[in-house]
T-cell receptor, first 113, second 110 residues
Framework: DVKVTQSSRYLVKRTGEKVFLECVQD?????MFWYRQDPGLGLRLIYF???????EKGDIPEGYSVSREKKERFSLILESASTNQTSMYLC????????????FGPGTRLTVL | QKEVEQNSGPLSVPEGAIASLNCTYS??????FFWYRQYSGKSPELIMF????GDKEDGRFTAQLNKASQYVSLLIRDSQPSDSATYLC??????????FGTGTRLKVLA
């Protein structure tokens, strides 16, 4: 059974804190993604990784960075959390690019106070 | 800007009826299309994907693709209250970029 897990379901942080969100997949997928989902805006891609140590910016990378040191693990880092980063963060993985579905983790609801 | 558009709803249908969810996309280079279901507070889960023109059926679900009209739809037959959720349409042009619509909220009334 395919599985994508995320380190926390709910997280509350203060403005200016450095925040780490972790994602692990057990499907040996090459590609991993970080999205944020906000009401009325849908899913927006923050960063994408197609291999270990490889990353590409998505649509809204500002204020975020990522790390992929191992194939199964993809971390999202908020360097200095701000209130406008309060959101649902979803990690996903996929095997290939063409005709390949994305499998989503359960999500982390982050609140920045 | 490449977009996938969906009516936000809510779309209300009585139990046992057919629910029809629609999606249009702007990128003619899109090759594959996905329908995800998302329950409130949960993450999206894949229902179906389609990449050829025409219909694709899986149980109570039928996906329809018309590339000439840049139109994708999802039909849910014999709708159940448990089908009440937000349905996301996504398009991929074969790169890493999946463009998601904002979703249509479906309410199946018992």
């Amino acid at each position: 059974d395919v599985k994508v897990t995320q380190s926390s379901r709910y997280l509350v942080k203060r403005t200016g804190e450095k925040v780490f969100l972790e994602c692990v997949q057990d499907m040996d997928h090459e590609n991993m993604f970080w999205y944020r989902q906000d009401p009325g805006l849908g899913l927006r891609l923050i960063y994408f990784s197609y291999d270990v140590k490889m990353k590409e910016k998505g649509d809204i990378p500002e204020g975020y960075s990522v790390s992929r040191e191992k194939k199964e693990r993809f971390s999202l880092i908020l360097e200095s959390a701000s209130t406008n980063q309060t959101s649902m963060y979803l990690c996903a993985s996929s095997r290939g690019l063409i005709l390949s579905e994305q499998f989503f983790g359960p999500g982390t609801r982050l609140t920045v106070l | 800007q490449k977009e996938v558009e969906q009516n936000s709803g809510p779309l209300s249908v009585p139990e046992g009826a057919i629910a029809s969810l629609n999606c249009t996309y702007s990128d003619r280079g899109s090759q594959s299309f996905f329908w995800y279901r998302q329950y409130s507070g949960k993450s999206p889960e894949l229902i179906m994907f389609i990449y050829s023109n025409g219909d694709k059926e899986d149980g109570r679900f039928t996906a329809q693709l018309n590339k000439a009209s840049q139109y994708v739809s999802l039909l849910i037959r014999d709708s159940q209250p448990s089908d009440s959720a937000t349905y996301l349409c996504a398009a991929s042009s074969g790169t890493y970029k999946y463009i998601f619509g904002t979703g249509t909220r479906l309410k199946v009334l018992a």
